[in-house]
C-alpha cells in the first residue's frame, strides 16, 4: 500500500486524490472531487507518463515507477490505528454517526413500548384481584 498525504485545503487532482474501487460496477470514484479524476485509475496512468511504467509482479497491471524527486520526499511512516466512522461533510470535519430525528425516533418508541408494557402489567393484575375476591349478590329475602 502506497499513502501520499497532502494538505486539507488542497484541491483533488489527478496526482492528489482519494479513490476507491466498488467490485460491483467494476468502476473507481473519488471520495470527494470530481468524478473523471479517477478515471485513469483503472489504467494506472494517473499523472505519470507512458514511458515510466513497468508491470506489477503479481497482476500484470501497470505500476507508475517513481522519479527521484518523488523518492527523496518519501518516508516510511507508522500512523494508525486509522478509524473510519462514516462520510465527512463538505467543510471537512466529521459529524455524529447518526443523526438527532432518528436518536428521538429512538427514544419515542422505546417510551411506547415501555407505557405499553406497564399497561399489559397493570391490565393482568387488576384482574387476578377482581378474580380472586369475587363479589356475591346479597338477596334481599333475608
Known amino acids: 500500500c502506497h ?3 497532502t494538505p486539507v ?3 483533488p487532482d489527478q496526482l492528489n486524490k482519494a479513490c ?14 470530481p ?4 478515471r485513469c485509475c483503472s489504467k494506472g496512468r494517473c499523472g505519470i507518463s507512458g514511458r515510466s ?3 506489477s509482479h503479481r497482476e500484470g497491471q501497470p505500476v507508475p515507477r517513481r522519479s527521484r524527486r518523488q523518492v527523496t520526499e518519501e518516508a516510511d511512516v507508522t500512523v494508525g490505528p486509522l478509524i473510519f466512522l ?7 470535519v466529521e459529524g455524529p454517526t447518526s443523526s438527532p430525528p432518528l436518536l428521538m425516533l429512538g427514544l419515542g418508541l422505546a417510551t411506547v413500548m415501555t407505557l405499553t408494557l406497564a399497561a399489559v402489567v397493570l391490565g393482568l393484575t387488576g384482574r387476578r384481584r ?3 375476591h369475587p363479589v356475591c349478590p346479597v338477596s334481599a329475602s333475608q
Open 3 to 5: 499513502l501520499k498525504v
Open 130 to 132: 377482581a378474580a380472586s
Open 9 to 11: 485545503d488542497r484541491v
Open 20 to 33: 476507491s474501487f466498488s467490485k460491483s460496477s467494476n468502476r473507481w470514484s473519488p471520495v470527494e472531487g
Open 86 to 92: 462514516g462520510k465527512v461533510n463538505d467543510r471537512g
Open 53 to 55: 511504467m513497468r508491470l
Open 35 to 38: 468524478t473523471d479524476i479517477c
